[in-house]
């Protein structure tokens, strides 16, 4: 694999980069938001890993701006910064998984794995539909007819779970650690502002309707409801 690791702390770079060598794998350090950009925008890399605190923008921006360049490299944000609000920007910004300061590198590692794993299973299986719906995993484009429609990154992974999970209910907490990797208590309201921006934008036009709650359960996306 080819990593590009964006980290401007020399002892945690070296640390990164000589277990991902001994693992094989070929690795460009950026030590700046300015850098990581040019090297992202111009080089073929299977994952990213991309710290906050970095000098120039800061990597929530900086994962922004390569998601608007059309940049859908798995992304890892790798910090210090561990409250849920944090973790919540880091994926509304576009990230793929958030590791939190200190860590193991075996688990950096098992998480560099699993995004290059289902990064290729999407490209295997790019499309998923749901009646007139389609989503496209790899150009992250959504439809529905002849409409496009746009997405947030976290509303396109939620819609993404959902159409691979066609008639499976799916209660908040579960969505918010299928998505995020986190727990939420039950009194948050957070998933269901994201499903109902989701319903205003691929069900509110149309008169067959996909996204449904199940009462005391939680949500499901359905075509023969």
């Not at 938001?33 to 040019?38: D, L, P, V």
């Not at 560099?112 to 299986?125: G, M, S, Y």
């Not at 948050?188 to 996909?210: A, E, F, M, P």
């Not at 709650?213 to 949500?219: A, D, I, L, M, V």
Request: neutral net charge; glycine residues 6%; proline residues 2%.
């Amino acid at each position: 694999m080819r990593i590009l690791l964006v980290e401007d702390d020399p002892k945690i770079s070296s640390f990164v980069i000589i277990g991902l060598e001994s693992n094989d794998c070929r690795v460009d350090n950026a030590f700046d938001s300015a850098m990581g950009e040019r090297l992202a925008l111009t080089g073929k890399y299977d994952v990213i890993i991309l710290d906050v605190i970095i000098p120039g923008i800061t990597g929530f921006d900086l994962c922004k701006k390569l998601r608007n360049h059309s940049i859908l490299t798995p992304i890892i944000m790798l910090t210090s910064l561990d409250t849920v609000e944090d973790k919540l920007m880091g994926f509304d910004c576009g990230a793929d998984d958030y590791l939190v300061k200190p860590f193991s590198f075996q688990e950096l590692f098992a998480r560099i794995k699993a995004l290059n794993r289902r990064n290729k299973d999407a490209i295997v299986h790019p499309v998923v539909k749901a009646l007139d719906l389609e989503l496209d995993s790899i150009a992250r484009n959504v439809k529905r007819g002849d409409k496009e429609i746009n997405l947030t990154a976290t509303e396109f992974k939620i819609l993404e779970l959902l159409l691979n999970n066609k008639d499976k209910v799916f209660d908040r907490m579960l969505i918010a650690e299928k998505i995020w990797g986190v727990s939420f208590n039950s009194g948050t309201n957070v998933i269901d502002v994201h499903i109902n921006s989701l319903r205003k934008k691929i069900d509110r036009d149309y008169s067959k309707k996909l996204i449904h709650t199940k009462k005391g359960f939680g949500y499901v996306l359905s075509e023969g409801q």
